[in-house]
């Protein structure tokens, strides 16, 4: 079996066909395991590439970690630095409390909130009266979150918050292939706010943060941790694939060296646009379909500051909306978010994100510009005067895949047409989840849709390539 990618999904894929006694070859392009999950462990730093934590309530990071031994390092975020801003009109306003992600499930301290006019307070309101849609086909961000809570909500909670993960245009992002829980929300309860209220009756008041959990020595830990676990598995880093086609007991896979592996089933856990290519010759539909879902470039600066330097830094950090204009997406306090992350109770970590669908040519610009900008923008957000005594970038060229509307209907197009290519499946980020635990939740699906496949010739006999 081929494991095509080593991100966070072919790792686990490849994990549970080891563990099944499967003899797996894992291949990925770059020189590193983990795909966008990429901890640097620096003279006592701890400096994260990628994301910096997971969401521990969706459990299959939690369950993972259980498997792997690891569940005593999780950490989850300093209490007293709990807290996130939104920096509107050249201020920066906490964001109000029992949020769920972007639907209060109380309103006293909505109405207490300096983030929103008094007009846009009673128009989220307006979501208890509203009755619930009664039209099945896929909207976008905007229209919903617009119809439902009003446009104050949109531009100053719901956009800035949900571009720190998918960094999308909210007139084109498909909530059904993000956010349904909101979907299922207004079905369920019709009202959003009653929704929240309901979840929060059993479960507590929510918190946009406290239910973020990371590892002690940061979130390459996991990766490192799934790695060293397989026993069955030739990693091979460095191997780019450049074709897939048919063979005699099931699939060929062509390397960037020339060389070849047979094998009986066969995981896709490359990017999207990757995966497409490869599909080209072999399964022409499903590679069409693909070939639509698009990728955005990100970058994120992680500075070091003498503490003694900086004005004082409330909370874990905070988001700016798009609607603002500023050349950063938003700012997160490590140090204070995570113990353990600087060598030196003196030193502050900080790390800035920018790119996304409206920042594209920062996110591509060189570490000495990025550096300049992102100091700029903490002077004028934050004030921030002194110079960093450390930095280490980050840019994820085409790195984050944007679920645009009707991409769940270009997924299930692509998966019907490789029904007929047995022992073949699709995993990672670029189809039912860009979180930890969705791809995690992805490799299972592909390696248990894969266990057991029986070789026997595929039809098609073409190759396909890029």
């Known amino acids: 079996m081929v494991v095509v990618g080593g991100g966070i999904s072919g790792l686990v894929a490849a994990r549970r066909l080891d563990l099944a006694g499967a003899r797996v070859t894992?291949?990925?392009?770059?020189?590193?395991?983990?795909?966008?999950?990429?901890?640097?462990?620096?003279?006592?730093?701890?400096?994260?590439?990628?994301?910096?934590?997971?969401?521990?309530a969706k459990g299959a990071v939690l369950a993972l970690a259980g498997e792997l031994g690891i569940d005593d390092e999780v950490i989850s975020s300093r209490p007293e630095h709990r807290g996130s801003f939104v920096w509107w009109d050249g201020e920066l306003h906490p964001l109000p409390g029992g949020l769920l992600l972007m639907v209060p499930s109380r309103?006293?301290?909505?109405?207490?909130?300096s983030l929103l006019t008094w007009r846009g307070k009673m128009r989220v309101l307006g979501d208890l009266v509203l009755p619930r849609s009664t039209h099945d086909e896929d909207v976008s961000l905007e229209s919903f979150v617009t119809r439902r809570l009003g446009r104050q909500v949109l531009e100053r909670i719901a956009e800035p918050l949900i571009a720190g993960v998918h960094a999308a245009r909210p007139d084109t992002m498909s909530l059904r292939a993000s956010f349904p829980r909101f979907l299922e929300m207004e079905r369920e309860h019709r009202s959003l706010i009653l929704?929240?209220?309901?979840?929060?009756?059993?479960?507590?008041?929510?918190?946009?943060?406290?239910?973020?959990?990371?590892?002690?020595?940061?979130?390459?830990?996991l990766t490192s941790a799934m790695t060293g676990s397989l026993q069955n598995t030739e990693v091979r880093t460095g191997a780019g694939v450049t074709?897939?086609?048919?063979?005699?007991?099931?699939?060929?896979?062509?390397?960037?060296?020339?060389?070849?592996?047979?094998?009986?089933?066969?995981?896709?856990?490359?990017?999207?646009p990757v995966v497409s290519g490869l599909l080209g010759g072999l399964a022409p539909e499903a590679a069409s379909a693909l070939s639509e879902i698009r990728q955005v470039t990100t970058a994120a600066l992680t500075l070091a500051y003498r503490s003694g330097d900086l004005p004082t830094l409330t909370g874990s950090g905070f988001v700016v909306p798009s609607v603002q204009r500023r050349r950063i997406m938003g700012?997160?306090?490590?140090?204070?978010?995570?113990?353990?992350r600087v060598p030196d109770p003196e030193l502050t970590l900080i790390r800035a994100f920018v790119g996304g669908w409206h920042g594209q040519e920062l996110a591509k610009s060189t570490g000495?510009?990025?550096?300049?900008?992102?100091?700029?923008?903490?002077?004028?957000t934050v004030g921030i005067m002194g110079k960093?005594?450390?930095?280490?970038?980050?840019?994820?060229?085409?790195?984050?895949?944007?679920?645009?509307?009707?991409?769940?209907?270009?997924?299930?197009?692509?998966?019907?047409?490789l029904d007929a290519f047995p022992g073949l499946a699709l995993a990672g980020a670029g189809f039912h989840g860009i979180g930890l635990n969705e791809c995690i939740d992805s490799g299972e699906r592909a390696a248990a849709s894969v266990m057991g496949t029986l070789s026997r010739p595929v039809a098609a006999k073409s190759w396909g390539g890029h």
Do not use: I, N
Not at 107 to 113: D, E, K, N, Q, V
Not at 195 to 221: C, E, I, K, Q, Y
Not at 371 to 377: A, I
């Open 195 to 221: 929704a929240a209220r309901s979840f929060t009756s059993r479960s507590g008041p929510p918190d946009v943060l406290s239910h973020f959990a990371s590892f002690r020595s940061g979130m390459g830990r």
């Open 368 to 380: 000495d510009l990025l550096q300049k900008v992102v100091g700029e923008e903490l002077k004028e």
């Open 243 to 272: 074709a897939l086609g048919a063979g005699p007991s099931g699939y060929r896979v062509r390397l960037d060296d020339g060389s070849e592996l047979a094998a009986g089933s066969v995981v896709l856990s490359a990017p999207a």
């Open 107 to 113: 309103l006293r301290p909505l109405f207490a909130s």
């Open 26 to 56: 894992l291949v990925e392009k770059t020189r590193r395991l983990g795909g966008m999950v990429m901890t640097e462990l620096d003279d006592g730093f701890v400096v994260e590439g990628g994301p910096d934590s997971f969401v521990a």
């Open 388 to 417: 960093p005594v450390r930095s280490w970038s980050h840019v994820w060229h085409q790195g984050l895949h944007q679920y645009t509307l009707g991409h769940l209907d270009r997924v299930a197009t692509a998966e019907r047409a």
């Open 331 to 340: 700012v997160s306090y490590l140090s204070q978010k995570w113990e353990g």
